[in-house]
């Protein structure tokens, strides 16, 4: 396998990670899935990692950089389905992939990035309204 499929589910993009990643097809998925966040617009980045059965360090910094590109892309990053040993193998390592959600399941994920957007939506409409409280006017004299 050369690289590893993105499905597009509306705003968001799900990756299931189905095989161990070498370095190779890691940067592969990277690589392809900020393109898809640009092309598409995408809000929310969902990575199922429940087929995993280990990690190393170089997959560990690879999930942290993708969540930090994604975050730099106005994506949100939420990886669903870890096993215990990679968690525990991931803490063992000290990565502990600051700016990336975590969720049991998809549909926990999902609902995350969906709380996630709101959120992100709302404060961006509260910055663009012009401040009605403090009672200054905009208004051309």
């Given at each position: ?35 898809q966040i640009v ?16 990690v190393d360090s ?23 389905g870890m096993q ?58």
């Amino acid at each position: 396998m050369d690289h590893i499929p993105i499905l597009r589910m509306g705003e968001f993009l799900l990756i299931t990670v189905q095989v161990d990643m070498h370095d190779r097809l890691a940067i592969s998925l990277q690589d392809d899935l900020t393109e898809q966040i640009v092309r598409y617009n995408s809000r929310g980045v969902l990575i199922d990692i429940s087929s995993l059965d280990v990690v190393d360090s170089f997959i560990g910094r690879m999930l942290g950089n993708i969540a930090a590109m994604s975050r730099v892309l106005d994506a949100q990053t939420v990886v669903v389905g870890m096993q215990p040993a990679v968690a525990i193998t991931l803490v063992e390592l000290g990565l502990s992939l600051p700016g990336i959600r975590t969720a049991l399941t998809v549909e926990r994920g999902m609902q995350i990035l969906r709380q996630e957007t709101s959120r992100a939506q709302a404060a961006w409409l509260d910055e663009d309204l012009p401040d009605e409280r403090s009672g200054s006017s905009q208004e051309a004299v």
